[in-house]
């Protein structure tokens, strides 16, 4: 069992910077990829990031790719997803998870087993 913690989500305006961060628990932590998705009013949950086990190895949603870079520190269980030049369309509730289905890559939530309580994120114009 894995309960993810998210935090550091807030109001930004465009341009800027945030960095979320995924406080996992539970002993099984390193041997889990992790990802981190974002749902806006209306719309369904969309990936937008991923780690595997190790850190080797990550993949971005197009939307995404050059301004985001997800990391991990398996000795800390922690998740982190660095935010840069925030569009008001990155505009969600941003989630953590981990565990679920072995293999690489994971990029949809079925695939995932435990999720956070997610994080706002609102980005200004």
């Known amino acids: 069992q894995v309960q993810l913690v998210e935090s550091g989500g807030g109001l930004v305006q465009a341009g800027g910077s945030l960095r979320l961060s995924c406080a996992a628990s539970g002993r099984t932590f390193s041997a889990y990829a992790m990802g981190w998705f974002r749902q806006a009013p209306g719309k369904e949950r969309e990936f937008v990031a991923a780690?595997?086990?190790?850190?080797?190895?990550?993949g971005y949603a197009d939307s995404v790719k050059g301004r985001f870079t997800i990391s991990r520190d398996n000795a800390k269980n922690m998740v982190y997803l660095q935010m840069n030049s925030l569009k008001p369309e990155d505009t969600a509730v941003y989630y953590c998870?981990?565990?679920?289905?072995?293999?690489?890559?994971?990029?949809?939530?079925?695939?995932?087993?435990?999720w956070g309580q997610g994080t706002q994120v609102i980005v200004s114009s």
């Open positions: 998870a981990g565990g679920g289905i072995a293999g690489w890559p994971r990029i949809r939530p079925s695939e995932y087993a435990y």
């Open positions: 780690i595997n086990w190790s850190g080797g190895s990550t």
